[in-house]
């Protein structure tokens, strides 16, 4: 049975989506860019302090429903700008330090509130 995930530690939905959605086993974290989940407006700052609030916001979905950064098996990160891979993987290697997940980087042109940066994650038990 579907379980739609709702957390107010991490920033709420801004459109017709759930933060994430649990279901047999697998949890879906809806693309999160690095809103302040108390301002709901984007932290400023670099590529590196971006992903460390996305980072920071996964964390908090993945938390709220149970799971944690183990349970994550595949992510997606949507960049800016690939010149910035480099620094985003850092902080990635910081996060994710053991059995890092599969994961997929793609540049694209543009992102909700011309953040930098934009990560979904799958997680399983």
Do not use: W
Request: proline share 6%; with cysteine.
């Amino acid at each position: 049975m579907k379980k739609v995930v709702r957390t107010k530690k991490a920033p709420g939905a801004v459109g017709p989506y759930s933060q994430a959605i649990d279901h047999n086993g697998m949890l879906f974290v809806s693309g999160q860019i690095c809103l302040d989940p108390e301002t709901g407006k984007p932290v400023e700052g670099d590529i590196r302090e971006q992903t460390r609030q996305v980072l920071i916001n996964i964390d908090t979905i993945l938390a709220a429903a149970g799971y944690s950064k183990r349970d994550v098996v595949k992510c997606t990160c949507l960049l800016k700008d690939m010149d910035h891979f480099r620094e985003m993987n850092a902080v990635y290697a910081e996060y994710f330090d053991e059995d890092p997940p599969a994961r997929a980087a793609y540049q694209v042109v543009r992102l909700p509130l011309d953040v930098l940066i934009e990560i979904e994650a799958i997680a399983m038990k």
